[in-house]
């Protein structure tokens, strides 16, 4: 049985850094996008970063972008997100995906599988 298992979630200071992590099994994703979406109280899922392990393709929201980076290490079958330079805006849920479609996909319906979340919270 395929399956997702986030970690590495915790309380950081503003402009601290957190890295996450997210280790599959169960199944190959070799070919599938990794995702990581976050969803903070009262407000949609929203798409933040994906990898492709195949290629190392990857797609950031713009609001992110050059703070936080995703990576992967197949062998490890785990991908991680290491998030700097931290905002109060960033505490979240945060959840690893994996997408099988041929393409980047911000969409979280596209993902499949999901992991349980791990909770990141930045205080100001």
């Known amino acids: 049985q395929a399956q997702l298992v986030e970690s590495g979630g915790g309380l950081v200071q503003a402009g601290g850094s957190l890295r996450l992590s997210c280790t599959a099994s169960?199944?190959?994703?070799?070919?599938?996008?990794m995702g990581w979406f976050r969803q903070a109280p009262g407000k949609e899922r929203e798409f933040v970063a994906t990898i492709r392990w195949s290629g190392g393709i990857t797609y950031y929201a713009d609001s992110v972008k050059g703070r936080f980076t995703i990576s992967g290490d197949y062998a490890k079958n785990t991908v991680y997100l290491q998030m700097n330079s931290l905002k109060p805006e960033d505490t979240a849920v945060y959840y690893c995906a994996a997408s099988g479609v041929a393409g980047i996909s911000p969409t979280r319906h596209e993902y499949n599988y999901w992991g349980q979340g791990t909770q990141v919270t930045v205080s100001s």
């Open positions: 169960g199944r190959s994703f070799r070919n599938y996008f």
